[in-house]
């Protein structure tokens, strides 16, 4: 649970890796979230409002349903930015620093 914590930390000063734009949560998004989660496990997600309209929900079900849809776990959201963790399946420079 730490190395969640310390990793949540690290996510959070840096910027987004995926931004969800005006047409949503769409296929390609979701191959996009799934490669960055293989690659390094926890990433920091943006939704533009944009997007929040096309979706018509609420940004904690959008988060929690992008979550649901690729098994990942829903660290946290704020305001528009939410950061998923699924153990990834390459060992990558980031995980190995904070273990």
Known sequence: MRE???LKEYIQQGPPDV???KA???VNVLKEIERHLDMK???KVKM???ALKTEGKDRF???RDVAKKLNALLLEVRGRTFVLYREPKKKSKTLKNWK
Do not use: C, R
């Open 4 to 6: 969640l914590k310390k």
């Open 19 to 21: 931004i969800i734009g």
């Open 24 to 26: 949503g949560v769409t």
């Open 41 to 43: 496990g926890i990433i």
């Open 48 to 50: 533009l409002k944009t």
């Open 61 to 63: 079900t959008v988060a």
